[in-house]
């Protein structure tokens, strides 16, 4: 099977980071994997919810949002049938940057991560991973200069992609036509060690074998790899 963009089955699509592309957060980027675009920003607060309070630790939170636009056609804000799907992929992304940072080294502070999708054409949700953790590493990295923190408080780099099985073939990181036909489909977050934070996988219809998940699970470790790359690249021009 041809993909419609030319990739070959094991290919990533383009991915570009921009820094600082809103002025005002603490962190700020713009990650584009394919026609997939989506705005990550971080804001710091010198609080922490209340079932934290006193316990010296800090917090990392996200929400996670699409444009009316941001797909083919408009799609009211904050409809109902939106906010399920919103509210488990911003814990998702929550729940991934926690795993990345060391939460007793960032103090009695709240870092809010905000991912809007600019523009949606497949895996919204793990390009919001990867660019929600460069978004973070540049507010951290602000505190740092300000001498709040010592040494980065980051234990891993996270990143994640989408694999799935399309008219049989294992497909890396798919578009939107591609994820709306996948037999089976599976999100994996990865940090740069080698572990996984997370894996989202499900069948439609025929049930996957253990030899699928091995292999979608291979082949979402070398698209990850790719994407770690991408996030030190675009880092290092902060040094």
């Given at each position: 099977?041809a993909?419609?963009?030319?990739?070959?089955?094991d290919?990533?699509?383009p991915?570009?980071?921009?820094?600082?592309?809103?002025?005002y957060?603490?962190?700020?980027?713009?990650?584009e994997?394919g026609?997939t675009?989506?705005l990550?920003?971080?804001?710091?607060?010198?609080?922490v919810?209340?079932?934290?309070?006193?316990?010296g630790?800090?917090?990392?939170?996200?929400?996670?949002a699409?444009?009316?636009?941001?797909?083919h056609?408009r799609?009211?804000?904050?409809?109902?049938?939106?906010?399920?799907?919103s509210?488990?992929?911003?814990?998702l992304i929550?729940?991934?940057?926690?795993?990345s940072?060391?939460?007793?080294s960032?103090g009695?502070?709240?870092?809010?991560?905000?991912?809007d999708?600019?523009?949606?054409?497949?895996g919204?949700r793990?390009?919001?991973?990867?660019?929600?953790?460069v978004?973070?590493?540049?507010?951290?990295?602000?505190l740092?200069?300000?001498?709040?923190y010592?040494v980065?408080?980051f234990?891993?780099?996270?990143?994640?992609?989408s694999v799935?099985?399309?008219d049989?073939?294992?497909?890396?990181?798919?578009?939107?036509?591609?994820?709306?036909?996948?037999?089976?489909d599976?999100?994996?977050?990865?940090?740069?060690k080698?572990?996984f934070?997370?894996?989202?996988?499900?069948?439609?219809g025929?049930?996957?074998?253990?030899?699928?998940?091995?292999?979608?699970?291979?082949?979402?470790?070398?698209?990850?790899?790719?994407?770690?790359?991408?996030?030190?690249?675009?880092?290092d021009?902060?040094k």
């Amino acid at each position: 099977m041809a993909r419609k963009d030319g990739r070959a089955n094991d290919e990533m699509r383009p991915v570009k980071i921009t820094l600082g592309y809103q002025d005002y957060p603490e962190g700020s980027a713009l990650i584009e994997i394919g026609n997939t675009r989506v705005l990550c920003a971080v804001s710091v607060e010198d609080r922490v919810p209340f079932f934290m309070k006193g316990q010296g630790s800090g917090w990392v939170t996200a929400e996670y949002a699409m444009l009316p636009r941001a797909t083919h056609t408009r799609t009211p804000r904050n409809p109902e049938k939106q906010q399920g799907r919103s509210q488990e992929i911003q814990r998702l992304i929550g729940r991934s940057l926690r795993a990345s940072v060391d939460m007793d080294s960032l103090g009695e502070r709240t870092f809010a991560i905000d991912c809007d999708v600019l523009q949606a054409d497949g895996g919204t949700r793990t390009a919001s991973i990867t660019g929600a953790y460069v978004a973070l590493f540049i507010a951290v990295s602000k505190l740092r200069k300000q001498g709040i923190y010592k040494v980065m408080p980051f234990k891993y780099a996270v990143a994640a992609t989408s694999v799935g099985v399309v008219d049989r073939q294992k497909l890396l990181d798919l578009c939107y036509e591609e994820d709306s036909r996948a037999a089976v489909d599976f999100n994996v977050v990865m940090t740069d060690k080698g572990d996984f934070v997370e894996m989202q996988g499900t069948a439609e219809g025929k049930p996957f074998s253990r030899e699928t998940m091995d292999a979608m699970v291979t082949l979402a470790d070398k698209g990850i790899k790719q994407l770690f790359e991408e996030q030190k690249k675009a880092l290092d021009s902060l040094k």
